[in-house]
Structure formats: C-alpha cells, structure tokens
C-alpha cells in the first residue's frame, strides 16, 4: 500500500509560480501522476509519469506551464506549476497506480490534497 502526503499549495497571483511536493512511501515501478479538481467539477489527470521511462504526459490544460519530476532518492514526486491562471484553482492530489500499464482511470492511492488558489 502506498502512501502519499502532498505538501506546497497555497494561494498566489495569476503569471506566479508554485511547487507542490508529494513524499511517498515507495516510488520504484509505481506510476505516479497528478490529479486536480475544481470546485462542482470531477477530478482530472493533468500530469502522469511512467515508472520504467520517466516518460511524462501531460493536460492540455496544463501543457508547457506545469513540469512534473521524481526524485527517486527522496521518494518524492513535484509538480512546477508556472504562469498560473486564475482556472488553475483546485484541490492538487498525487496519487499512485498498482497497475500498469497506468491510464487515469488505474490509479487507486491517493494524497489528501493540497489547495491551490490563484486570484486575477
């Protein structure tokens, strides 16, 4: 079982920039990704990383703006949110699949969120 705690959200200004954490107990051949969801809206995959290639897949929404990294020593996944927009906020969760291949739909551990608001 694999458990995630995600640190760095907070509230910032629409252009800024924010680093979210998420130490893990295991990293190795786990997919790991990130999930985010607005207010009345369903939680969304916006960035993803294969275990075996540290291939990285991201949103739309978030494509060119927001870089997703492990570092395995630490056993934690970041997420570099920049040029932040308004439409950016939510809840940011990391989560874990056991399986693999690891669409979205596979992932089953999840962090207990972190918030992450950004004004205009």
């Known amino acids: 079982q694999v458990q995630l705690v995600e640190s760095g959200g907070g509230s910032v200004q629409a252009g800024g920039s924010l680093r979210l954490s998420c130490a893990a107990s295991e990293t190795g051949r786990t997919c790991m990704a990130w999930f985010r969801q607005a207010p009345g809206s369903e939680r969304e995959g916006i960035a993803r990383?294969?275990?075996?290639?540290?291939?990285?897949v991201y949103d739309d929404s978030v494509k060119g703006r927001f870089t997703v990294s492990l570092d395995s020593a630490k056993n934690t996944l970041y997420l570099q949110m920049n040029s932040l927009k308004p439409e950016d906020t939510a809840m940011y969760y990391c989560?874990?699949?056991?399986?693999?291949?690891?669409?979205?739909?596979?992932?089953?551990?999840w962090g207990q969120g972190t918030q992450v608001t950004v004004s205009s």
């Open positions: 990383m294969d275990p075996y290639d540290s291939s990285t």
């Open positions: 989560a874990a699949s056991s399986y693999y291949p690891c669409p979205y739909s596979t992932f089953d551990y």
